[in-house]
């Protein structure tokens, strides 16, 4: 059973950083990608970011590219968040999933695959980040 678990939410004033984690077990496939999104209030959930754990490779949305940094650690089952310059508009819920790489060559870390909820495979319970002056 595949479970992840979210941690590293908090307040943070703009232009700050936060370093988002999700811990995550229970994956027994070689090639799977983990993401981010994040759902602010009253709007869709939507992508942010995406890793390939096996080999590293990563894809990023527009309005986070060049602010936040994903990276992975596929010995502690840990993928991390880096989010730098925070703006008002990154107040949202943070959520990490898995993509079991069923649409192999592609997946959650492409231009096809950001953002797409119908290709996570499961989910964690999330993590409150908020932009607080």
């Known amino acids: 059973q595949v479970r992840l678990v979210e941690s590293g939410g908090g307040s943070v004033k703009p232009g700050g950083s936060l370093r988002l984690s999700c811990t995550y077990s229970g994956i027994t496939v070689k090639y799977y990608y983990i993401g981010w999104f994040r759902q602010a209030p009253g709007k869709e959930r939507e992508g942010v970011s995406a890793?390939?754990?096996?080999?590293?490779?990563?894809y990023y949305a527009d309005t986070v590219k060049g602010r936040f940094t994903i990276s992975g650690d596929n010995v502690k089952n840990m993928v991390y968040l880096q989010m730098t310059s925070l703006q008002q508009g990154d107040t949202a819920v943070y959520y990490c999933?898995?993509?079991?790489?069923?649409?192999?060559?592609?997946?959650?870390?492409?231009?096809?695959?950001?953002?797409?909820?119908?290709?996570?495979?499961?989910w964690g319970q999330g993590t409150q980040v908020t932009l607080s002056s």
């Open positions: 890793i390939r754990v096996f080999d590293g490779s990563t």
């Open positions: 999933a898995t993509d079991m790489g069923r649409r192999a060559p592609t997946g959650l870390g492409s231009v096809q695959g950001m953002g797409r909820l119908d290709w996570c495979d499961d």
